[in-house]
């Protein structure tokens, strides 16, 4: 259960109180024994991009000020286990991590100084919704959905 | 007659983006000098109409840094990031007025008619943002200009 505590007193500052009930199942895959043994094969971004994950879960409803919402946990977990088959490829380059207002766990690489991007919102229900970024040649932009994950291991770069 | 004010497209364009978080990435390093908004503080959720921001012309960055009082958030570590009219404009989004009671110079970049607004347009629109330092949120508070 989420309690949010916010009131408006003029130009009074008021704190925000922010509970999160929900148990941290985040936190517990990350620490188990399992996903330790299967990351600690992985590059050391990998480890970094999923505690940066998890850490997600801590933002509060409205956390950007425009009615963004809290952590999908779903979204998480699914963001996880992209981040592990990701780091399985070699020579995979680590993403930014960020929460789109929708709650879901967004993804990005740059490249080409900055001219193209792969921006990746991952959705609770196992699917990827993606845009490939091309400033430099804008017939080779795409924006779609996917459930495959190599589906955005082949776009990350090209 | 009787239709919204027009917005000329030399107006600077303000937008608040959260404090940067262990790991999250909300602000990076701008092309030219500087930090600018990471694409994820200028997406829109979806459903959304458009993409929430402020007329400098109306609302000073200080200005909206403390409507962040009002939803009882406390504005330290927030940052503000500028940018024109122009630049959504070039992307084919429209600049639409929409004051609130909190905040009289609010407004809505929303893609033309029915569109979608696409995740490349707001990465594009990250890119030329700006966010504007303390001395210059100081500055602008005090009646200055922007010198960029």
Known sequence: ?158 | MGGPPEISDDEVLLRRVPPARDGEVMVEPREGGGLRASSFAMLVRRGERGLSCTRLAITSPEGLLQQLSCQGMDPSGWHVCRFFVRDVQALGLQVIPDPTDIDPGHCEIRPAGRLKFAKSKSRKLARKTRILTDDEVRTLQAGGTLTD
């Not at chain 1, 941290?24 to 188990?32: F, G, H, N």
């Not at chain 1, 997600?56 to 809290?70: A, F, H």
């Not at chain 1, 080409?112 to 990746?120: A, D, F, I, K, P």
Request: glycine share 6%; net charge negative; hydrophobic share 35%.
């Open chain 1, 1 to 158: 259960m989420i309690s949010f505590d916010t009131s408006c007193a003029g130009a009074q500052r008021s704190s925000v109180a922010y509970t999160q009930d929900t148990p941290d199942i985040v936190a517990s895959i990350s620490s188990s024994e399992a996903f330790s043994r299967e990351i600690s094969e992985q590059p050391q971004w990998v480890r970094q991009a999923c505690k940066n994950v998890a850490k997600l879960q801590e933002l509060p409803p409205n956390w950007d000020s425009y009615g963004g919402e809290p952590a999908n946990v779903s979204s998480l977990l699914v963001a996880i286990d992209l981040l592990r088959f990701l780091g399985a490829i070699a020579g995979m380059p680590e993403p930014r991590v960020g929460l789109t207002p929708d709650g879901t766990v967004g993804l990005s690489w740059d490249w080409n100084n900055g001219l193209r991007s792969l921006q990746v919102e991952v959705l609770p229900d196992k699917s990827f919704a993606y845009a490939l970024v091309a400033e430099d040649d804008e017939s080779a932009e795409r924006e779609d959905e996917t459930t495959d994950p190599s589906t955005i291991a082949t776009l990350i770069g090209r």
